[in-house]
């Protein structure tokens, strides 16, 4: 249960775009559909922000979008806005009813 | 409205034992799968246990296994977490979230928290 692979920060200005990457395995990432995004500001309970790599829950902007290519899977955000800064973390269902986490990233928004 | 809410946690020894509870409201709690999440301070989210809709399919971390316990009450629309054997790496942000679905997927729904500090 090795913790998945993400940069530890990215930043981008107003408007921009941003990519967050999340790096696991075969038996994590890239070996099942169920890879969840989670954005945390400070002091809060994280919010679900994408679910089965790419769907979005209602009322998550669909500036927020996601993706998976083998064991690697993005985030991407389009059209920054201040209140995007947060963190981010990537989550991966690892079999034998087991989760992983990424790192996090922590998303400056310039 | 949609709640989760935890509680039972606070200072204790390391060794010692501690049981967490998460009270849920607003849907129904025996349809969805459950888990618990932590974070360290200053650190990243953690997975630590989750447990099916029936509690037929029970998963933990390799770091908790063998020390903590997940349950659930449909009953009592409760999740619970035995904490046994606690050490200074266990104290952390507690957190109960509810799984988007019955079987495996993503945590839709969090509670705020409830933080467990391993102090002698």
């Known amino acids: 249960q090795s913790a998945l692979t993400q940069p530890r920060s990215v930043s981008g200005s107003p408007g921009q775009s941003v990519t967050i990457s999340c790096t696991g395995t075969s038996s994590d990432v890239g070996g099942y559909g169920y890879l969840s995004w989670y954005q945390q500001h400070p002091g809060k309970a994280p919010k679900l922000m994408i679910y089965?790599?790419?769907k979005r829950p209602s009322g998550v902007p669909d500036r927020f979008s996601g993706s998976k290519s083998g064991n690697t899977a993005s985030l991407t955000i389009s059209g920054l806005q201040a209140e995007d800064e947060a963190d981010y973390y990537c989550c991966s269902y690892a079999g034998s009813y087991t989760w992983v986490f990424g790192g996090g990233t922590k998303l400056t928004v310039l | 409205e949609v709640q989760l809410v935890e509680s039972g946690g606070g200072l204790v020894q390391p060794g010692r034992s501690l049981r967490l509870s998460c009270a849920a409201s607003g849907f129904t709690f025996g349809d969805y799968a459950f888990h618990w999440v932590r974070q360290g301070p200053g650190k990243g989210l953690e997975w630590v246990s989750g447990i099916s809709w029936n509690s037929d399919m029970i998963g933990y971390a390799d770091s908790v296994k063998g020390r903590f316990t997940i349950s659930r009450d449909n009953a009592k629309n409760s999740l619970y977490l035995q904490m046994n054997s606690l050490r200074a790496e266990d104290m952390a942000f507690y957190y109960c979230a509810k799984d988007r679905t019955a079987t495996p997927d993503a945590f839709d729904i969090w509670g705020q928290g409830t933080m467990v500090t391993v102090s002698s």
């Open positions: 089965d790599v790419s």
